[in-house]
């Protein structure tokens, strides 16, 4: 659809007729300043508007034929990728042809009326587009991409795994090893819907992340990590957290925005860094913190608990605890 606009137009369609190069044209909106029309099948020529007897002569225009995409070589990428598109009308007199991957622009290999071949740039998961001008385009297939880093073995040095895809991939060139990650481990996206593929990561010396993965709801390789240097997870469908096999934890756990967790466990929770607790409304037990020995502060917040028991407790630089409403027993005996 295009808009033309004037002045003193009539309001209703019953007087007015638009033509592309003598194509009638179908109006879908007419008011005093403009007229909005869908472009007939037609070939280049002149606008032409007539009201009652009177015919106004508008600009020349070029009449391009939209792109189609038909198919694409691969749907998993990665940076580097050369991908073949084919299709129908890739170029146009005048215009300049452009791919993006999920609205980035690629480099284009080659190029002809039915083939482009274009090279993925970096990018995320999305859909492909040929584009001759930001209103003409075609919209081809959906994919998938995969961090370039993630396709030989892992050595060391942080994980950063934004898709399914990256898990995928990452679990493929990995298989049958056991790894420990000598940096973060970073789990991130809203397509993420399983690792149960990461089995073989044994511990991460850095950071555990796991975020905006709203539709995960389990993580059980988490139930075989033995080391951790800190956990982070926010924002997330996990409806229960296991660290069974971590002992002696002396990081930071946060746990934020998770309106589905009902069950934390660790074993030996005894010397944390620090704990810190929010927006957990189902989650009403929170005993895995029985056993915190010493730490540097505990701060709870919309937390569904209605007990804490850190009657263990002898050291604890800070503690901040509100918006519990469910919260009606405290107990810390050990502190003097």
Do not use: W
């Amino acid at each position: 659809s295009i808009v033309i606009t004037g002045v003193n137009l009539p309001t209703s369609s019953n007087d007015v007729k638009v033509f592309f190069n003598e194509v009638s044209a179908p109006i879908t909106f007419i008011q005093k300043s403009g007229i909005v029309v869908t472009v007939p099948v037609t070939t280049n020529g002149i606008v032409k508007v007539t009201i009652g007897n009177e015919t106004l002569i508008g600009p020349a225009f070029s009449y391009v034929i939209a792109p189609k995409i038909t198919g694409v070589s691969t749907s998993v990428v990665t940076t580097g990728t050369i991908v073949t598109i084919i299709g129908t009308n890739f170029q146009s007199d005048g215009l300049t042809t452009a791919v993006k991957f999920n609205y980035v622009s690629a480099t284009l290999q080659s190029i002809t009326p039915t083939e482009i071949k274009a090279v993925v740039p970096k990018t995320t998961n999305g859909i492909i587009t040929v584009e001759l001008t930001p209103d003409i385009r075609a919209i081809g297939p959906e994919f998938k991409y995969f961090s370039p880093e993630l396709i030989i073995p892992y050595n060391n040095g942080n994980v950063t795994l934004n898709s399914q895809s990256d898990i995928d991939i990452f679990a493929k060139v990995n298989k049958d090893r056991e790894i420990e990650i000598t940096g973060d481990l970073l789990i991130q996206g809203t397509d993420i819907t399983s690792v149960s593929a990461l089995s073989g990561i044994r511990s991460v010396s850095g950071k555990i992340s796991i975020d905006n993965a709203v539709a995960l709801t389990e993580v059980p390789f988490l139930d075989e990590i033995k080391h951790a240097g800190h956990i982070e997870i926010k924002y997330s469908g996990l409806a229960s957290l296991s660290f069974r096999k971590i002992n002696n934890f002396s990081g930071y756990l946060k746990l934020s925005h998770l309106d589905k967790l009902k069950h934390v466990t660790f074993c030996n929770f005894t010397n944390p860094s620090s704990v810190t607790i929010r927006y957990t409304p189902l989650l009403t037990n929170i005993s895995f913190l029985d056993d915190v020995i010493s730490t540097g502060g505990i701060f709870l917040s919309y937390v569904g608990a209605s007990a804490l028991n850190l009657d263990k407790l002898t050291t604890i630089s800070d503690i901040d605890i509100y918006t519990c409403e469910s919260l009606k027993t405290i107990s810390m005996k050990s502190l003097t």
